[in-house]
């Protein structure tokens, strides 16, 4: 019986640490990419950059986790596919952007800064450029999760990583 409930909970495991690794996944790639970026504008050197990315995608990654372990904006999910990947996608970016700000008033804090100082006069802008992006690059997970929710994971995996096989002719 111990034996049991110790394999559920290592086979429970090992699905919630694959749901965070994907979730890491794709944040850490959509975070490199900017990080790339602003080195190649800045013109520095983009190691520091690449390790923020990687620290911020481990911890956002973790904030999506918990929130959809919470069953954060999930009220939609029996409308057609576009009505949830939107709400999701908007609902997420919002609290991506919340962590976000945070995150700048206590690096802002660290150096020295003042409150004011770390959100900064042009953050506004800033922010709500970076909710808008977080909102258009969150739809295609959301869209990979909804299609897996509604085919199976295991399923959408096979069609995404393994060969497929065709179940009728192709039409000449």
């Given at each position: 019986?111990?034996?049991?409930?110790?394999?559920?909970?290592?086979?429970?495991?090992?699905?919630?640490?694959?749901?965070?690794?994907?979730?890491?996944?794709?944040?850490?790639?959509?975070?490199?990419?900017?990080?790339?970026?602003?080195?190649?504008?800045?013109?520095?050197?983009?190691?520091?950059?690449?390790?923020?990315?990687?620290?911020?995608?481990?911890?956002?990654a973790?904030?999506?986790f918990i929130?959809?372990?919470?069953?954060?904006?999930?009220?939609?999910?029996d409308?057609?596919?576009?009505?949830?990947?939107?709400?999701?996608?908007?609902?997420f970016?919002?609290?991506?952007?919340?962590?976000?700000?945070?995150?700048?008033?206590?690096?802002?804090?660290?150096?020295?800064?003042?409150?004011?100082?770390?959100?900064?006069?042009?953050?506004?802008?800033?922010?709500?450029?970076?909710?808008?992006?977080?909102?258009?690059?969150?739809?295609?997970?959301?869209?990979?999760?909804?299609?897996?929710?509604?085919?199976?994971?295991?399923?959408?995996?096979?069609?995404?990583?393994?060969?497929?096989?065709?179940?009728?002719?192709l039409?000449?």
């Amino acid at each position: 019986m111990a034996g049991d409930l110790l394999n559920l909970v290592k086979e429970k495991g090992v699905v919630e640490a694959k749901k965070l690794l994907w979730i890491f996944a794709y944040l850490w790639v959509l975070l490199s990419l900017f990080a790339l970026h602003k080195s190649i504008v800045l013109g520095e050197p983009s190691f520091y950059h690449q390790g923020f990315a990687i620290i911020n995608a481990f911890v956002l990654a973790k904030i999506m986790f918990i929130a959809e372990e919470f069953h954060v904006a999930e009220e939609l999910g029996d409308r057609p596919l576009i009505y949830p990947i939107a709400y999701r996608s908007a609902v997420f970016s919002m609290i991506l952007i919340i962590f976000h700000v945070i995150e700048e008033v206590i690096v802002g804090l660290w150096k020295g800064k003042t409150l004011m100082d770390s959100i900064g006069a042009n953050s506004f802008l800033e922010m709500l450029v970076l909710a808008v992006i977080m909102f258009v690059v969150l739809m295609p997970f959301f869209a990979l999760r909804e299609v897996a929710r509604d085919i199976g994971g295991d399923k959408l995996y096979e069609h995404f990583f393994l060969r497929r096989t065709r179940s009728f002719p192709l039409q000449s």
